[in-house]
């Protein structure tokens, strides 16, 4: 995962995700993550708007800067 990611996939956070520990990922290592795990096309778009309105919540209602993801994920 993390050469195919480009290192944005690291091993070590990747362990930290999924054994649960606590922790704020990026918008760009949740697509990468997500189009690891097979997720393309539109129901990966969908993460990214996803994480959009929860970055924009988190955010107390404001625009959150949107960082356009990764060319790895295209």
């Known amino acids: 995962m993390e050469l195919d990611s480009a290192g944005v996939l690291a ?17 760009q290592f949740v697509l990468a993550f997500a189009a690891a795990c097979g997720l ?3 129901a990966l778009d969908e993460w990214g708007q996803a994480w959009d309105r929860a970055e924009e919540r988190r955010l107390g209602g404001s625009r959150a800067v949107r960082q356009q993801p990764a060319a790895v994920l295209g």
């Open 40 to 42: 393309k096309g539109v």
């Open 11 to 27: 091993h070590a956070t990747v362990g930290r995700l999924i054994s649960g520990k606590p922790g704020r990922h990026t918008r």
